[in-house]
C-alpha cells in the first residue's frame, strides 16, 4: 500500500450537470415497490431507514428466494471481523436459479441466447438449462466430485461454461472459475492454492478471431498441479487434442449414458458452506482467493440485480463481462437466473469483426438492459459515433457500468450515443470481496456523470480518515462501509491473516483501497485506487480526475496517469495517451493536452511528462494496470501479473 496512504486526496473535478429520473421510472420501478410497502416514497429517507432496520431488509429479501429450512439468525458478529448472515438456514443457490423456476411460466423463458465469435447463435430455456446441468451433475458425481470439493472451471465463454458452474454449485462442490484466456502458471497457480480436484475445460475456442488452445493450457497447467484427478473436455471447436489415459475425458461421453430425465437433487447447504473461490489479484505476492458463501451470497446477489437492474419479466439483459470475473458469476449467472430473466451471454469481443459488433449485437437480441465497463465504452469511443448510430437500439432502457470509474465524458458518450439522450446509466461500484454492488443508483434517484452516487439499501457507506473519521462533503478520504454486509467474502482461502487487512488497515470498518469524495450534495465519487493516488506539491490528485481530463478532449481516447518521484514537487505526472483513430502523434497535441489539463482541472494537475502510446497494460476485465506501468517506468519489480491480459 502506498505511502501516502494517511492523507487526504484532493478532488480537483467539479460535475455540476444532473439528471433526474423521470416520473414513469419512479413510478414502475421495482424498488419502489419495495418502498412503498415499508411506508416510504423517497429514497434518501427509506435508506436512513435501512440504516437502522438492516435485518428486517435483508429478511425481507431473503424470504424471496426458497430455503430447505429457515435461518434462525440474520447476523452474528462471532469473532470479529468474521461474522455469519441467515445462521443456521439451509439453502442451494442453485435451486434459487433453476429448480423453482421449474414450477412457473419461467420454466419455457430462454435463460441465454448465445453468441459466438464467429456469429453463430444458440439458445437455451430455463428447463434445458435445468436438464444439462443435472446430467452433468450426475457426470460429476460419476467421477466422485461431492460437496465441499474444489473444481476448476477453464472455459470460454459458452452455456457450457454456465451449466458447469451451475452443476459444481449444485453437488454443493466448489467453483474456482478461471478466465478462459489466462495463461498456463495463472491456472496452475491457482488450481493448486485451491487444492482442485477436478478442471473442466474445453478443446479451444475463438475470441476476435484469435484461436486460445484451452486444453493444451490446461495440460500445461496440471502437469505441475499434484491434486487434479480428472480432466473434462468439452468440445467446442472439434480440435484435435491430446487425452490422456485415465485422466482426461470428454464432457460427451462422461453423459453418454445419462439420460435427460435426469435429477440430482440439490445438496442442502449451510449458509455459511462455501459456494466459490474467486482469485483477485494482490499489488505483491500470489492473488488471493476471495470465499463467497452459499446464503448471504444469495441474497446479496438477487436483490441488487432485482433493485439496480430493475428486471421485469420481459426484459433482455445483457452483462458484457466474462464469467471469469465477478461481474460475470454475480450479474452473468446467479443474480439474472434466480431473477428468472432472459440473458444473452457472448464470446466475442466488442470490436471484432467491426466496432459495431456489441451494438450489433444489442441490436439483434433486442437487448433491453446493457451492463459494461468504462473501458469497454472508451475502447469503442475512439471508433466514432457513425458505429452505434447504424444500429437501432430503441429496445435499450437502462445502461449500467462496471469496474472503475467511469469519467464524466465517457459517461455522456454512453448516454448520448447507445442511451438515446434518455436512459438513466447505473454506475455501480462494488467489488470482488464485496459479493455485490454496495454503491449505485437505481432507476429512481437522481444521476449525475462520474458518480456512483449513493450506497444501496443498508450499506453504510462513508468517506473517511485514518482514524475511520468521516471528512466531511467536500474532502477526499477513504472509502469504507462502516457494517457488514450479506455478500460479503468470509475469509482469504487458506489465508484469513490477509482477510484482517480489510478490516484493520483503519480502525473498525472495511477498508479495500479506494480513494473518494462525496460532494456538497451527497454524491459519492471514487477516485481510484489508493496505490494510484498521486501526490504533487503536497496535494494529493486521483488518478482518474486527471485521466478524465484528457479524455474529454476530442484526440483522446484513453489514458494512464502514474505519480514519478520529483525532487521539487514530491511527485509529477506522467501520462501514457493513446489517441483516437485519425490523430496523430506530434510535439503541438501534446502541448495542447497539457494545455488542456490546465485549463479543465488547474496548474497542479499538468503532466509534466506525456507519452503517446498504442496500448496499456490492463488486467483481463479491462482495469489499466497502473501499478505496472509505474513499476516499469520506474525500474522497479512489478509484482504479480498474473491477471495481465496479453
Ligand atoms: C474499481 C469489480 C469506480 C474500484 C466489480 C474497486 C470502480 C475495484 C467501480 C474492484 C465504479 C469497480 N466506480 N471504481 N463503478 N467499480 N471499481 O474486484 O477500484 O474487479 O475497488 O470488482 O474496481 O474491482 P473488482
Redesign the pocket.
Same mark, same amino acid.
Given at each position: 500500500m502506498s505511502s501516502n496512504l494517511f492523507e487526504d486526496t484532493d478532488s480537483i473535478l467539479s460535475e455540476e450537470r444532473i439528471f433526474p429520473p423521470t416520473q414513469e421510472m419512479v413510478d414502475n420501478a421495482n424498488i419502489t415497490a419495495y418502498m412503498k410497502s415499508k411506508g416510504f416514497d423517497e429514497y434518501e429517507a427509506f435508506y436512513k431507514w435501512s440504516l437502522e432496520n438492516r435485518y428486517e431488509y435483508w429478511d425481507d429479501m431473503a424470504k424471496e428466494l426458497h430455503w430447505f429450512e429457515p435461518w434462525q439468525k440474520t447476523f452474528e458478529w462471532t469473532e470479529k471481523p468474521f461474522f455469519k448472515w441467515f445462521v443456521g438456514g439451509k439453502i442451494n443457490i442453485v435451486y434459487n436459479c433453476l429448480d423453482r423456476h421449474m414450477e412457473t411460466d419461467v420454466r419455457h423463458k430462454v435463460a441465454f441466447h448465445w453468441e459466438g465469435d464467429g456469429g453463430e447463435t444458440r439458445s437455451i430455456t430455463y428447463e434445458q438449462l435445468y436438464v444439462e446441468t443435472n446430467r452433468l451433475a450426475k457426470g460429476l458425481q460419476n467421477l466422485g466430485i461431492k460437496k465441499g470439493d474444489r473444481v476448476a472451471i477453464y472455459m470460454p465463454a459458452i452455456l457450457e461454461q454456465i451449466v458447469a458452474v451451475l452443476a459444481v454449485a449444485r453437488l454443493g462442490a466448489v467453483h474456482t472459475v478461471v478466465f478462459g484466456g489466462f495463461a498456463a502458471s495463472a491456472l496452475r497457480d491457482r488450481i493448486i492454492d485451491a487444492e482442485a480436484k477436478l478442471v473442466i475445460t474445453a478443446d479451444g475456442n475463438h475470441r476476435g478471431g484469435k484461436l486460445i488452445k484451452l486444453k493444451q493450457i490446461s495440460d500445461e497447467a496440471v502437469a505441475e498441479t499434484p491434486t487434479i484427478e480428472h480432466v473434462v473436455v468439452y468440445n467446442h471447436q472439434q480440435l484435435e487434442v491430446p487425452m490422456k489415459e485415465g485422466r482426461d475425458i470428454y464432457w460427451n461421453d462422461l453423459l453418454a449414458d445419462v439420460p435427460a430425465d435426469t435429477v440430482v437433487p440439490c445438496e442442502p447447504m449451510d449458509s455459511e458452506d462455501l459456494l466459490y473461490i474467486l482469485y483477485?489479484s494482490g499489488s505483491t505476492g500470489k492473488p488471493k482467493g476471495v470465499v463467497h458463501v452459499q446464503g448471504g451470497y444469495a441474497v446479496g446477489a438477487y436483490a441488487t440485480t432485482k433493485f439496480v437492474f430493475d428486471i421485469k419479466d420481459d426484459d433482455i439483459y445483457w452483462c458484457t463481462a466474462d464469467v471469469g +470475473?465477478? &461481474?460475470g458469476h454475480s450479474y452473468i449467472i446467479y443474480g439474472p437466473l434466480m431473477t428468472g430473466v432472459t440473458s444473452v451471454l457472448f464470446e466475442g469481443t466488442p470490436a471484432y469483426p467491426n466496432p459495431d459488433r456489441w451494438w450489433s449485437v444489442a441490436e439483434r437480441f433486442k437487448v433491453t438492459i446493457l451492463y459494461t465497463s468504462p473501458t469497454g465504452i472508451r475502447g469503442l469511443m475512439r471508433f466514432g459515433e457513425e458505429w452505434p448510430a447504424k444500429h437501432d437500439l430503441s429496445h435499450l432502457r437502462l445502461l449500467g457500468?462496471?469496474?472503475?470509474?467511469?469519467n464524466p465524458e465517457a459517461w455522456m458518450w454512453y448516454r448520448h450515443n447507445i442511451g438515446h439522450d434518455e436512459l438513466p446509466i447505473m454506475?455501480?461500484? +462494488?467489488? &470482488?470481496?464485496t459479493g455485490s454492488i454496495l454503491i449505485s443508483p437505481t432507476i429512481i434517484q437522481p444521476l449525475k456523470p462520474g458518480s456512483?452516487t449513493r450506497p444501496l439499501p443498508t450499506i453504510e457507506a462513508d468517506v473517511v480518515d485514518k482514524n475511520s473519521k468521516s471528512v466531511g462533503l467536500g474532502k477526499g478520504g477513504f472509502l469504507v462501509i462502516r457494517h457488514p454486509w450479506p455478500s460479503q467474502m468470509r475469509t482469504i482461502y487458506g489465508d484469513p491473516a490477509r482477510y484482517l487487512t480489510y478490516w484493520e488497515t483503519l480502525p473498525n470498518v472495511y477498508f479495500?483501497?479506494?480513494a473518494a469524495t462525496i460532494d456538497k450534495q451527497g454524491f459519492i465519487r471514487?477516485q481510484?485506487?489508493v496505490d494510484d493516488v498521486i501526490k504533487v506539491s503536497g496535494h494529493r490528485l486521483g488518478s482518474m480526475e486527471i485521466e478524465s481530463s484528457l479524455v474529454s478532449h476530442p484526440a483522446v481516447a484513453e489514458v494512464a496517469a502514474i505519480g514519478k518521484p520529483d525532487e521539487l514537487k514530491g511527485e509529477h505526472v506522467k501520462v501514457f495517451v493513446i489517441l483516437k483513430n485519425g490523430f496523430e502523434p506530434s510535439d503541438e497535441l501534446a502541448k495542447e493536452l497539457k494545455l488542456h489539463v490546465r485549463t479543465t482541472v488547474g496548474a497542479l494537475a499538468v503532466p509534466e511528462e506525456l507519452e503517446f502510446t498504442p496500448s496499456l497494460p490492463k488486467t483481463r476485465?479491462g482495469?489499466i494496470m497502473r501499478r505496472v506501468i509505474r513499476a516499469k517506468e520506474l525500474g522497479e519489480p512489478v509484482g504479480d501479473t498474473s491477471t495481465l491480459d496479453g
Open positions: 483477485t +470475473w465477478v &461481474t457500468s462496471v469496474g472503475e470509474p467511469i454506475d455501480t461500484w +462494488w467489488q &470482488t470481496e456512483a479495500a483501497g479506494d471514487v481510484g485506487r476485465s482495469k
